[in-house]
């Protein structure tokens, strides 16, 4: 600070300049900061969000086959069964299928179709009998006790591999 010479006291242009370059400096600093933390959270939101709606879909899948009254379609991408879904006494059927197509939703069929995971990478159905031996290609869909899931999803460059196996109560 330096006096004027009608004795008042102000700053020199130098200190001005000091002062706006230490701020621009703390400003950028902190925008640096944030704009990491904005990254990560949103890439992490990311990965949760497709782990969750892989695992939504596997949950569901798994419970209404535990339910299945009866099989009747067995293939490596799709399955078909029945099962009394709203308890009126009558069978309902069900069938889950994926075109093979990466980036293509995993269906679910039935009174209506609706997409239940979508950017699927990949879905293979394995059938196991009850002596839990893997089921050979066309499957005898009597001879079916478990039925093992395998589900690869993805969503930009996260990808997400789920299995879950699933023994019929009902059959």
């Given amino acids: 600070m330096s006096r004027t010479p009608n004795g008042n006291k102000g700053f020199t242009i130098l200190e001005l300049i000091l002062a706006v ?18 990254e ?54 069900i069938q889950y299928t994926w075109p093979g197509t990466v980036g293509t939703a995993l269906q679910r069929i039935g009174d209506v179709t609706t997409n239940l995971v979508n950017s699927v990478n990949d879905l293979t159905f394995s059938y196991y009998d009850s002596s839990n031996n893997l089921l050979s290609s066309p499957v005898t869909v009597s001879n079916v006790r478990i039925i093992a899931m395998d589900l690869t999803v993805s969503n930009q460059d996260e990808a997400f591999h789920l299995r879950s196996q699933v023994r019929l109560r009902n059959l």
Avoid: P
């Fill in 40 to 93: 990560s959270f949103y890439s992490q939101n990311l990965r949760t969000g497709v782990k969750g709606e892989a695992g939504r879909g596997v949950v569901r899948m798994a419970e209404e086959l535990r339910q299945a009254a009866s099989l009747t379609n067995a293939q490596s991408s799709s399955l078909t069964f029945t099962y009394d879904l709203d308890d009126d006494g009558d069978d309902d059927t």
């Fill in 21 to 38: 370059v230490l701020v621009s400096a703390l400003i950028g600093a902190t925008w640096l900061m944030y704009g990491s933390g904005f």
